[in-house]
């Protein structure tokens, strides 16, 4: 078993356990609308554009997803983890393969409001791990990673 799934099913136990321990809160204190949760679980579907061989002009899209946990210290600002992965196959005709796997962690800046979108900013910090039968790549090779940008963020329910 590859270390990203290990990584994954931990998560994913973890976040299911606290997802309880906040439904219970929020029964107890009467989150209301507009009121900022303790904690939220980001999900994500990834498009990636990239080109191989390193250098090349060999364009080709990598499909993905990811999850996460958001930790809402006040209002504003909070902690992010955040697990990504992004695979393509037989890249340009090839019979050549690759898997990113991204983890990484940050602080994160959200403009809440009444409304159900929230927009937001961030920068993550963490590593990329890359599964390739490309021999420059070969198998499990950690990089850093970092990303720094925003997005927007829909409340499902109305409280």
Known sequence: MKIEWKILAAA??????????QATAAKKY?????ET????????????HANAPPKGCGCFWMYGGGA???????RH??????????QASNINGT?????????????????RNHTKWTPYAQALVGGSEVFSNYSIYGEGRNSFSSTVGGGLTMRLNSS
Not at 37 to 48: M, T
């Open 12 to 21: 994913g136990l973890l976040i299911t356990q606290i997802a309880g321990a």
């Open 30 to 34: 009467g989150l209301g609308v507009g």
């Open 37 to 48: 949760p303790a904690i939220e679980i980001p999900v994500s579907f990834q498009v990636f």
């Open 68 to 74: 996460g946990l958001v930790l809402n210290f006040t």
């Open 77 to 86: 600002w909070s902690a992010v983890i955040d697990l990504a992965r992004g």
């Open 95 to 111: 019979n050549q393969d690759l898997t990113i796997f991204n983890y990484q962690v940050g602080p994160r800046y959200s403009l």
